[in-house]
């Protein structure tokens, strides 16, 4: 499957059963893997939770929207188990990991007043 094809698509052929959750979730770990020391995107990678995850969704197969479709959700998205700033729970999707953050998305942060 195309790795910049769209969640929407990766859904569908997963719904298909043209290629499995962790089939895809494999593909994206091992690119996570090979660009992340370079890139730095992730401050967290949750490799073994995303495959369990993707497993279960293929078992599953429950036509959800987003149902078997790896995500990677920024660190200031609450996540079960996972190390977080805030946010809420992320649904069926499977999570790869928590994305790097900019300063600016922590607006207690900044050092300007915040306004009201």
Known sequence: MDPFASALDQAAAIRRRD????????????????????????????????????GAADAANTG?????????VKDLVSVAGHPTTLGP?????????????????RPWSLRRPQLK
């Open 64 to 72: 959800q929207p987003l149902c078997g479709v790896p995500v990677s």
């Open 19 to 54: 290629v499995s959750s962790a089939e895809i979730t494999r593909a994206y770990l091992e690119r996570i893997e090979r660009l992340n020391p370079s890139l730095n995107a992730y401050v967290l990678i949750t490799p073994e939770l995303a495959m369990e995850q993707a």
């Open 89 to 105: 729970p992320h649904g069926e999707a499977v999570i790869l990991g928590l994305a790097a953050q900019l300063e600016q998305a």
